[in-house]
């Protein structure tokens, strides 16, 4: 079976999916009888467009463009096309959101989802924002017509924590709470270990690549509470990204850090919500050193969900391009039903 893929936001994910798609198309096709078709890939100024579907080696040329670049690539790429006029073109079976995520307007993101929907699309996302924003709108947009809106990637991507959610069909989720940002984490881990103040472990974090030039979603825990949001509405709850209690990462000094050690303590940047009360934050919390949490260091995220039956713990990647890529490729094959 055949599944036609555009890729609508292509920097480190969007770059990351195409190369995996290149590399393990015919594994999956192997296993599960789908083969993933990439016909378009777009930034934002323009795409590469192949309707017939790019080759593996296509992908990974057109993976090496500069940023900003695809729609130069010769012979595929056209610039400045609206998002209609690229549907015409390649009429896509399945829309992949990969932009910036956008916590004030949910754009370009939501606009995307909504109208690939409205295209009779599928869709798969990794940009948070526009579930964050508008769960219900997109679901019942893709309900209404028949469609499926996966986004394994978006929470814990590199982990499958939003399966392992869904998978609890018949359990009563008291309580989710966890470390589901990594920068933060990284940035935290420097602290503890170098015993170095947050500005310096920033400036590292950003040397290597793991924090952004602006880090303000991640350290001001916008990003998180994006995270709960989904997760809540996962589990049927009416979370608001605005109803999050929020305290930056930037109030926590070395001295707190030095303090927390002393008492054979340590400081994480914590999310999660009561499902019973509905309360949810994100805060640094002082955590015992023989704590779970405590111990999840450097770029894993951790996620705890406390249940009527049982607790579980999931340990693993938060993202990465490569990661997050792994579940976008995992959730389009899902979509086409090639998964038991
Ligand atoms: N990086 C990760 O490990 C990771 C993990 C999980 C989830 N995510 C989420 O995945 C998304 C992508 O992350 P990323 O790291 O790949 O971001 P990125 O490197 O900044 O790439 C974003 C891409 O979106 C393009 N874009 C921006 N506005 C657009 C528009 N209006 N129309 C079409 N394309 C547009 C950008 O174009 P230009 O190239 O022209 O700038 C760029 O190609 C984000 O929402 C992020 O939160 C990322």
Not at 31 to 43: A, L, M, Q, S, T
Not at 58 to 71: N, Y
Not at 253 to 267: G, H, P, W, Y
Request: proline share 3%.
């Amino acid at each position: 079976m055949d599944v036609r893929v555009l890729v609508v936001g292509f920097g480190h994910v969007g770059r990351a999916f195409a190369r995996l798609t290149a590399l393990k198309g015919s594994l999956v096709e192997r296993r599960f009888g789908v083969r993933v078709k990439i016909v378009g890939v777009v930034d934002s100024r323009g795409a590469a467009l192949k309707p017939e579907g790019f080759s593996g080696a296509e992908l990974l040329k057109v993976s090496e463009v500069p940023r900003s670049s695809v729609c130069f690539s010769e012979p595929y790429g056209v610039c400045g096309l609206s998002l209609k006029s690229l549907y015409d073109s390649v009429q896509p079976d399945v829309h992949v959101e990969v932009t910036p995520s956008n916590y004030v307007s949910g754009e370009p993101g939501l606009s995307n989802v909504m109208f690939a929907l409205s295209r009779g699309a599928n869709v798969v996302l990794a940009n948070k924002a526009p579930l964050a924003l508008k769960f219900d709108d997109i679901m019942g947009s893709a309900r209404a017509r028949g469609l499926k809106v996966k986004f394994r990637a978006t929470v814990m991507g590199g982990s499958p924590l939003i399966d392992t959610v869904l998978s609890l069909r018949s359990h009563e989720v008291k309580k989710v709470y966890g470390i589901f940002n990594a920068t933060t984490n990284y940035i935290l881990t420097l602290m503890h270990e170098s015993l170095i103040g947050l500005d310096e472990a920033l400036k590292t974090a950003q040397a290597m690549g793991v924090a952004e030039a602006d880090p303000s979603l991640d350290i001001d825990g916008w990003d998180a509470a994006a995270k709960l949001v989904i997760l809540a509405r996962l589990l049927g709850l009416k979370l608001n990204i605005s109803g999050i209690a929020r305290e930056s990462l930037s109030k926590v000094t070395l001295r707190d850090v030095v303090e927390a050690l002393k008492r054979n303590s340590v400081i994480k940047h914590v999310a999660g919500f009561d499902a019973l009360s509905g309360e949810a934050w994100v805060k640094p919390e002082t955590l015992s050193s023989d704590s779970v949490l405590s111990k999840v260091n450097g770029l894993l995220n951790a996620a705890v969900i406390e249940t009527d039956v049982c607790d579980y713990i999931l340990i693993g990647k938060g993202g990465g391009p490569v990661e997050t890529a792994h579940s976008l490729l995992d959730d389009i094959v899902s979509i086409t039903g090639g998964l038991i």
